[in-house]
């Protein structure tokens, strides 16, 4: 299972953190994933992270302002995002891999945290 | 990038009809390719992985196939549960996803 928490209302250049709460599998064997849907539009892969926390890849419209890190003490994923812009509205989704890997299908997502950037 | 193209936009079917709904990659995937059903408000559910994998506890009408880098999901005979969006995804390499498809009511 995966809870998803941090959403909210994040101002033009401001931050906001982003957590995941993995449960019912072994996360730190995992690799993990973070992937958006804005309003009317389709879902999109933000970031990735390896299962150790040593690789993390993003897409381009997101490098420089967001970060992906883990806990795995804690089995928890984070988004940190700053220099949020209004293209970084949508509804963000952690997400499992299903064999684990960087670049996988993903078979275990949680019901998403929402993110409103206004001023 | 992969761009994945996704066709129809929208989809209207009767219950109990079957639906197929496809999906085009740029480039070669090999069968790198996943659909999920996204209903909002709820957790996106993988569907089929390897291109014509069912995921756990999918039931029998759906099914994947694929012919090079054309994929399509066929979901054979509607339920009410199965209106819903529809994506396909590409983990050849940085996975990205097709534009999806509303499947609806006719």
């Known amino acids: 299972q995966l809870v998803e928490s941090g959403g909210g209302l994040g101002q033009p250049g401001g931050s906001l953190r982003l957590s995941c709460a993995a449960s019912?599998?072994?996360?730190?064997?995992?690799?993990m994933s973070w992937v958006r849907r804005a309003p009317e539009k389709g879902l999109e892969g933000v970031a990735v992270?390896?299962?150790?926390?040593?690789?993390?890849y993003y897409v381009d419209s997101v490098k420089g302002r967001f970060t992906i890190s883990r806990d795995n003490s804690k089995n928890t994923l984070y988004l940190q995002m700053n220099s949020l812009r209004v293209e970084d509205m949508a509804t963000y989704y952690c997400?499992?891999?299903?064999?684990?890997?960087?670049?996988?299908?993903?078979?275990?997502w949680g019901q998403g945290t929402v993110v409103t950037v206004s001023s | 990038e992969v761009v994945m193209t996704q066709s129809p936009v929208t989809l209207s079917v009767s219950p109990g009809e079957s639906a197929t709904l496809s999906c085009r990659a740029s480039q070669s995937i090999s069968t790198n390719l996943a659909w999920y059903q996204l209903k909002l408000g709820q957790a996106p559910r993988l569907l089929i992985y390897g291109a014509s994998t069912r995921a756990t506890g999918i039931p029998a009408r759906f099914s994947g196939s694929r012919s090079g880098t054309e994929f399509t999901l066929t979901i054979s005979s509607l339920q009410s549960e199965d209106f819903a969006l529809y994506y396909c995804q590409q983990y050849n390499t940085w996975a990205t996803f097709g534009g999806g498809t509303k499947v609806e009511i006719k």
């Open positions: 997400a499992k891999p299903i064999w684990g890997l960087v670049i996988d299908a993903l078979d275990v």
């Open positions: 019912g599998f072994s996360f730190s064997s995992y690799a």
């Open positions: 992270i390896g299962a150790s926390g040593d690789s993390s």
